[in-house]
Nanobody
Framework: QVQLVESGGGLVQAGGSLRLSCAVS????????MGWYRQAPGKQREVVAT???????NYIDSVKGRFTISRDNGKNSMYLQMNSLKPEDTADYYC??????????WGKGTLVTVSS
């Protein structure tokens, strides 16, 4: 079973940066792809960025050029570097892992608040 723990959220002013981390344990060799999602108050959860086991990345348009997703298999971790943050980036951020078996696991989230 895969466990995911996010960290790195916090309060930052608009224009600032944060780096989110997702620590992975258990079943790491079964992971096919991973991703970062976010959910703002009153809104549905949306995908922010994804990365496959081969390193292919995808981003939603609103974060392209500002956010960077990466994986460090040696450290069993995934990251989301967020630059030029905007108030509309405020949300709970979640990491997930999609296994080769088709199972999907989620972390419990970390809150990012961007003040104007």
């Amino acid at each position: 079973q895969v466990q995911l723990v996010e960290s790195g959220g916090g309060l930052v002013q608009a224009g600032g940066s944060l780096r989110l981390s997702c620590a992975v344990s258990g079943g790491i060799f079964s992971i096919s792809a991973m991703g970062w999602y976010r959910q703002a108050p009153g809104k549905q959860r949306e995908v922010v960025a994804t990365i496959t086991s081969s390193g292919t990345t995808n981003y939603i348009d609103s974060v392209k050029g500002r956010f960077t997703i990466s994986r460090d298999n040696g450290k069993n971790s995934m990251y989301l570097q967020m630059n030029s943050l905007k108030p509309e980036d405020t949300a709970d951020y979640y990491c997930n892992a999609y296994l080769k078996t088709g199972m999907l696991y989620w972390g419990k989230g970390t809150l990012v608040t961007v003040s104007s």
